[in-house]
């Protein structure tokens, strides 16, 4: 076959390569050095056999090269003719990373690896074929490690610009910026019009002066902003460190983000205002998790699906609209249609059943990414930590899961960093010397709960408490251990006494929050002192369908989501009351809730005009709980939801929108939103 017959079967490959890839990666990680088992070396071995035999087939030279290398060094191993050791372990997760660059150089999504890179890493890998190998390759590493970082200018580019990411958007990531070091912006002057309105500049560029390391540079980045209205080049040669790291990225950076060496098009540069040679910041190519049984399947894609979904979901709301207007009819007269609409409506949720749970995937495919990372950042660190995992097999929206991995990755570096201490200070308080953190998943209602754990020092409410003060925030020392937990998530804050190129620049909590929050999830946090600390994250199963409760407000109906309702009542009269100049409160087991009328914070009036005739709707969101109050409740709906941001503007206070039976929009509440505009109103009056 020529090359453009054989070129249609390369996305085929690439699949299956970071397939093995991933596998290879979880095996290594979990062999005992001392005495691997046959089954696992003999996995290693095929899964590099597999990738050469591919790799030369398509004509991939250098991919073919590296494998053949790594072929050759495990079959002495896996025949017993030379043992296994840390060293080679490092070396073929080095190798891996390597391969995972030249894949995605093939795929378009990366720069290509000199083949002086290559040639270093196979010199490496035969270096252990000779006796006295495995030793000789340790000093190697240990040097490589030990490199300090020198400063390094870099330039970043800012923009496109439009509705959703404005040019003022930037000003609110400057002072994080410049927690990195000397930050000067290099933007030309925006011409200006002839009414005298500047024009809003293309682009906005800076210039920055940091130790920190390219790949962290890019984890703060894309924790800022899109990855794709940031770019990013360096202006002098990189430190030694960095020159001698994995040529795609530092894989204990964290957030699956790398600098990439490929200049842009100059015609693009040009349009964003930004000089020809700036690089943009890309999400790395995700390894897919280690491949289960062997079964019939094909690979169809993503798109295909999104299509297959949302043609589902028309038909359940068309569905409904049928079974609505149905309902209208004598049941006697017309008991056929009414059969017939019945098994319609069985057969469509069985079909939207069939349908979402194709996007369904276990969570394995993010947490496969941790023990490697923990594994890197702990000895980094000088840590001794095991990882533990519960509920890999619990599934949800492959969505969800994409969208998931960054905050989860954050999490668990914080807890490596900030939660287990050093083996000599937890031995001296009694502790074993090596930590543990925890990945748990479970399903939980119509939600799945993610928990990160670790048995470290758990978090200090005096410096917390300390810390805010001293950023002028408002803190008392009377406040729920909840309540000041939840203070580390507000932006810039954090308690480290040292800057370090893991944390301590108050840059990310506060993002987690954020994307938590756009997912339609919520994140509680629970620490004890000196025993540890559980963060706990809840997310819908998917991103397409809700379980919501429908509440009236006049003649509108409205969703608000289950995940954030604790409970409903009917207030008895003067169960609710006025606070001077701070507005109504009411008493709910113990604890005073503000209360929120929905109709107000939409600019609505409701029907009912005293709080015993309507509904409270107790909901929490972000740590805080607010008593809604509505005309009625409606009932309980799965319904399908559709993007208020995609088909008309961004609405506050409204997360989204679906289509009900009778064929009227209604609207999804954020809570989040409703919740922080009740508390930010009583601050302001107290």
Known sequence: MSDTDLAQFHGVFFDEAAEHLAAMESLLLGMDVQAPEAEQLNAVFRA?????GGAATFGFGEITELTHEMETVFDRVRKGEMPLSAPLVDAFLAAGDMLKAMLAARRGNGRGIEPAEVAALCSRLRAFLEPGGASAAAPQAASAAGATPRPQLFEI???????????????????????????????????????????????????????VSAADLGDALAFMADPARVQVRALEPAAPAEAEATPERKEDAGFGLFVDPAALPAAQAA???????????????????????ENASIRVSVQKVDQLINLVGELVITQAMLAQTAAR??????????????????????????????????????FSRFPRLVRDLAHKLGKEVELHMVGEGTELDKGVIEAIVDPLTHLVRNSLDH???????????GKLAR?????????????????????GAGLNREKILARARERGMSVSQDMADADVWQLIFEPGFSTAEAVTDVSGRGVGMDVVRRNIKQLGGRIDIESAAGIGTRIRIRLPLTLAILDGMSVRVGKEIFIVPLTFIAEALQPAPGAVRTLQGRGQVIAVRGEYLPVVSLGEVLGMAPDKRRFEDGILVIVEAEGGKCALF?????????????????????????????????????????????????????????
């Open 271 to 293: 349009a964003q205002g930004a000089p020809a040679n700036v690089v943009p910041i890309r999400p790395q190519p995700k390894a897919a998790a280690p491949a289960a049984a």
């Open 419 to 429: 939660g287990i201490e050093p083996p000599e200070e937890r031995v001296a308080k």
């Open 157 to 211: 580019v800012f923009g496109p610009f439009d509705r959703k990411f404005p040019a003022a958007e930037v000003d609110r990531l400057l002072p994080d910026l410049r927690g990195f070091g000397e930050l000067e912006e290099t933007t030309p002057p925006a011409r200006a019009r002839r009414r005298g309105r500047a024009k809003p500049p293309a682009a906005r560029v800076f210039r920055i002066r940091t130790e």
């Open 630 to 686: 509505v005309d009625e409740l409606v009932g309980q709906h799965q319904v399908v939801i559709k993007s208020l941001e995609t088909n008309y503007r961004k609405v506050p206070g409204i997360s989204g929108a679906t289509i009900m039976g009778d064929g009227r929009v209604a609207l999804i509440l954020d809570v989040a939103h409703v919740v922080g505009h009740a508390h930010s109103r009583l601050d302001k009056a107290a």
């Open 435 to 455: 930590g543990t953190i925890t990945l748990r998943a479970f399903h939980h209602g119509g939600s799945i709960v993610i928990e990160v754990s670790d048995d």
């Open 329 to 366: 009819s004598d049941p006697v007269l017309y008991e056929a249609l009414h059969n017939g609409l019945a098994q319609l409506e069985r057969n469509t949720r069985d079909l939207q059943e069939a349908a979402m749970s194709i996007r369904m995937m276990p969570i394995s495919f993010a």
């Open 48 to 52: 590099a056999h597999s990738i050469k």
